[in-house]
């Protein structure tokens, strides 16, 4: 019998995520690091400070980042995507809960349960949360993409300050604001030359839009704190929140964070 090429079908574990309209980064880091146990599915929302071909200014406006989470365009995304036969949602978005605060973001999550089906749904920054907690990191450096401004930076510090974690060092990266010019190399070099020196016990790439999973094993292995990135976070809480422990521990390639239970 000749066997035949694999299709996608075979998924044991099926993860929706719901992403800005002109984004790719989400759902290309989310693939890169699944398995072919692991398929991912997407669901998209128009996100005002994004022009075709996934353009932006060089900051983008707050008003929209708030606009992204209210209903009835976020509900109506996660209800579609949790129509199909999934077993865990994430949000691909940071930027919103930094705006929300601990409060606002538990409400939104409270808002989504009735149109989740039942599905575990988690976020950026509730995975990272997570992330620090199972990482027994305290000290934390927030890199925020070039594209958030001093001003959301520092809610976003706010926000994981209201959580009690000891924010070292956040700020925007000094990369191009465009999602397509971050690179591992240049986002490394700015992590290597501008973050190391607080010596956090972790580091978070936020942002699902940047460019950052080729970063992790090559920076934990040369700095020596552990890096955490949106994309990363979203992937390892999901897996966990489906049940799925031994294909995240089963992931290598992408930080220690793999190798940690919530």
Not at 137 to 156: C, E, H, R, T, Y
Request: glycine share 8%; aromatic share 8%; hydrophobic share 45%.
């Amino acid at each position: 019998m000749i066997n035949a090429p694999l299709d996608g079908w075979d998924a044991s574990t099926r993860i929706g995520v719901v992403v800005p309209h002109a984004d790719v980064g989400p759902e290309a880091e989310l693939q890169a690091m699944a398995p072919a146990s692991v398929s991912i599915h997407g669901s998209r929302i128009h996100f005002a400070a994004m022009r075709a071909g996934g353009e932006m200014d060089e900051k983008i406006p707050h008003d929209p980042v708030l606009a992204f989470v209210q209903p009835p365009f976020l509900d109506q995304a996660v209800e579609l995507v949790a129509a199909a036969p999934l077993h865990a949602l994430a949000l691909g978005f940071t930027s919103s809960s930094y705006v929300l605060k601990a409060k606002g973001e538990a409400e939104l999550y409270e808002r989504l349960e009735p149109v989740t089906r039942g599905f575990p749904i988690t976020g950026t920054t509730k995975a990272a949360r997570a992330a620090f907690h199972a990482l027994g990191a305290q000290k934390i450096a927030i890199v925020n993409p070039p594209w958030f401004d001093d001003s959301l930076s520092q809610q976003g510090a706010d926000y994981f300050g209201e959580f009690g974690f000891d924010v070292v060092h956040h700020g925007p990266c000094g990369l191009p604001s465009n999602q397509k010019a971050i690179t591992p190399t240049n986002l490394s070099a700015w992590i290597r030359t501008t973050v190391a020196a607080h010596k956090p016990d972790a580091v978070l790439v936020a942002g699902n839009g940047i460019r950052a999973v080729g970063t992790i094993k090559p920076l934990e292995e040369e700095l020596g704190f552990n890096v955490v990135t949106a994309n990363q976070a979203i992937m390892w809480h999901a897996l966990h929140l489906a049940d799925a422990a031994d294909v995240a521990a089963g992931i290598t390639d992408y930080g220690q964070l793999f190798s940690t239970k919530p």
